[in-house]
């Protein structure tokens, strides 16, 4: 089983700065497989936030994200973070960790590419 624990989420005024982190146990064979973010504002659909290849060459982005938001990921300590910066009120959501259901293969951006969730840590920025 894989177990996907988030952490650093809180709360920022607009314009601030948050690293989440991802940290990935069990039977995760992490280097095998892409990670993706993705968040949940109340009343809305989950959606895909950043992703990382599993060889941590490529990175992707949501359009609402890109140049504020980078993802990245640390082999050694099974690890993936997500760093926030100019943050906007509009960021406030709950962000979710997971990987992807299928190794050495790209990023996918739809929810149902991916097996195994964490548990999600809140984000909120006030204006």
């Known amino acids: 089983q894989v177990q996907l624990v988030e952490s650093g989420g809180g709360l920022v005024q607009a314009g601030g700065s948050l690293r989440l982190s991802c940290t990935a146990s069990?039977?995760?064979?992490?280097?095998?497989?892409?990670m993706g973010w993705f968040r949940q504002a109340p009343g809305k659909e989950r959606e895909f936030v950043a992703g990382i290849t599993w060889s941590g060459d490529s990175t992707h982005y949501a359009d609402s994200v890109k140049g504020r938001f980078t993802i990245s990921r640390d082999y050694a300590k099974n690890t993936v973070y997500l760093q926030m910066n100019s943050l906007k009120p509009e960021d406030t959501a709950v962000y979710y960790c997971?990987?992807?259901?299928?190794?050495?293969?790209?990023?996918?951006?739809?929810?149902?590419?991916?097996?195994?969730w964490g548990q999600g840590t809140q984000v909120t920025v006030s204006s």
């Open positions: 997971a990987r992807s259901n299928t190794a050495f293969t790209g990023v996918p951006s739809t929810q149902d590419n991916y097996a195994y």
């Open positions: 069990g039977r995760t064979s992490f280097s095998r497989y892409a």
